[in-house]
């Protein structure tokens, strides 16, 4: 049991049978960890269909040859720059030429459909809709009539979105969104009980059946093992440059940055040896005896893997969701009201330095106590006055809740709530405040407070990503 968790009890307390449930699911057979799982493949397959006949450039609706060669040009672009993705690329004017397609593109492939002319994409759209892939339409502008079929199917059911744009930009984000189910069929997270959420998020059937991750409960002991095994020589240089590279180091001692550094080097130690993509830890509250993880879920999602505190399993589902599409961390805290100022706080004693995404600068951060415990070591992060972010939550493992906000206030040095602080002003803080949770989220305190803030406006992202997996978005503001 947690040696200082009165306050995360009584979050928890509500919901402990039915999650309980949900922590057994996870075990599987055996309840521990059962040796790595497979590598995430190389590269995602797509396949991209032109579909139809190119028109004279000159007139008629549709897309001429110079127009096809720029698209298949950006496609290669986009292979460069995402690394993880490869297109099969080929023009169907047929529904078999569309079957022949998808078949070399693998039975996994998702698929990107550009439509050339009238009618093009309607030809195709039989077999690509009855395979059951992601379909992910591209129609520019005067291209044809088709667009007015896509979301028509969405409707019906069919994992479908589309863009109707001229900005062949587009087609990489298409392609950041058509690759996130695939890799998460081959992604793992490893759990340390209990586990928190909706009922959903925490069971391994519906996690698997919904997203196609598998969950590993990582037994106490496993965790133990592979912190006595730290090498000191590395705690201490972690150690070091956690102090160095912190603005201030306010309460905690050196001992207290050295625990924190080699529980740092552990958590990420096992994620390596399982090949996990994330990490919810339950216990967190009980570790300030051998060092707080805070300093760890840093290095963690800095590198690009989720890692989600409290055992929250709906933050961490959104952070890998996010992170899968984006490339960049989340800021999972928990929310507080100042409708005077048109604002909502979000506040947490952890989060990610590089909010831009591992490739991205350090945000500055004191070294600080944990607020509520009053001992160990978490960082104070400072992020970017002026910076518009996203704030979400996937739950129930179908829906996203989600608003928009801009940081306007971040304290020198926070005084009260968690460490973490950022003030945003949002569209209408008294409407977010009677819609909190959408009407669709229920929970004890814990599941009804946590959000995941994420840099930058996502909120077309989210929508097609939700078109893609079937999931709705509810907007909180």
Not at 259 to 282: D, I, N, P, T, Y
Not at 335 to 353: E, L, M, Q, R, Y
């Amino acid at each position: 049991m947690c040696q200082n968790c009165t306050r995360r009890e009584f979050l928890g307390t509500t919901a402990m049978s039915g999650l309980l449930l949900g922590a057994t699911q996870a075990r599987g057979e055996t309840g521990t960890a059962s040796g790595p799982g497979a590598s995430l493949p190389a590269k995602v397959r797509i396949c991209a269909i032109f579909a139809g006949t190119p028109v004279p450039a000159d007139r008629s609706w549709g897309v001429c040859e110079e127009e096809i060669s720029a698209m298949r040009q950006r496609l290669t672009e986009v292979e460069k720059k995402l690394g993880n993705v490869a297109f099969v690329v080929g023009r169907a004017a047929t529904a078999e030429q569309a079957v022949a397609l998808m078949k070399r593109a693998g039975d996994d492939a998702p698929v990107l459909a550009v439509n050339l002319c009238i009618g093009g994409l309607l030809r195709v759209s039989k077999p690509i809709l009855e395979s059951g892939r992601p379909l992910a339409v591209f129609s520019a502008p005067a291209s044809g009539h088709d667009w007015m079929y896509p979301f028509r199917w969405r409707r019906e059911g069919k994992p479908v979105t589309m863009f109707t744009s001229s900005d062949y930009g587009e087609l990489e984000r298409a392609a950041r969104l058509l690759r996130v189910i695939p890799l998460l069929r081959h992604s793992r997270v490893i759990v340390f009980h209990p586990l928190r959420g909706t009922p959903p998020a925490c069971k391994a059937d519906q996690i698997k059946s919904r997203l196609g991750v598998d969950v590993v409960v990582v037994p106490q002991k496993r965790f133990d093992e592979v912190l006595a095994g730290v090498d000191p020589g590395k705690a201490q240089a972690e150690a070091e440059q956690w102090i160095q590279n912190a603005k201030q180091v306010v309460e905690p001692t050196r001992e207290d940055v050295l625990k924190a550094a080699r529980v740092s080097l552990a958590l990420h130690q096992l994620v390596e040896q399982e090949k996990a993509q994330g990490l919810a830890v339950g216990t967190c509250m009980g570790w300030l005896a051998r060092g707080f993880p805070c300093l760890g879920f840093t290095r963690l999602r800095d590198s690009g893997i989720p890692a989600s505190c409290e055992g929250d399993m709906d933050s961490l589902w959104t952070m890998l969701l996010f992170g899968t599409v984006l490339g960049i961390p989340g800021f999972q805290g928990n929310a507080t009201f100042d409708t005077a100022k048109n604002a909502v706080w979000t506040a947490h004693c952890v989060g990610p330095i590089k909010m831009d995404g591992p490739d991205g600068g350090e945000a500055p951060y004191l070294l600080r106590s944990h607020s509520e415990i009053g001992g160990g070591v978490v960082p104070e992060i400072q992020y970017r006055i002026g910076q518009k972010i996203t704030r979400t939550k996937l739950v129930n493992l179908d829906t996203l809740l989600i608003s928009t906000g801009t940081i306007r206030e971040v304290p020198d040095k926070s005084v009260r709530a968690c460490r973490t602080q950022i003030v945003t002003e949002v569209c209408d803080a008294a409407k977010m405040v009677r819609n909190w949770g959408g009407g669709v989220l229920e929970g004890d305190m814990m599941t009804l407070l946590h959000r995941v803030v994420f840099y930058g406006d996502h909120r077309d992202s989210a929508r097609h990503l939700a078109d893609l997996m079937k999931m709705r978005v509810v907007e909180e503001g």
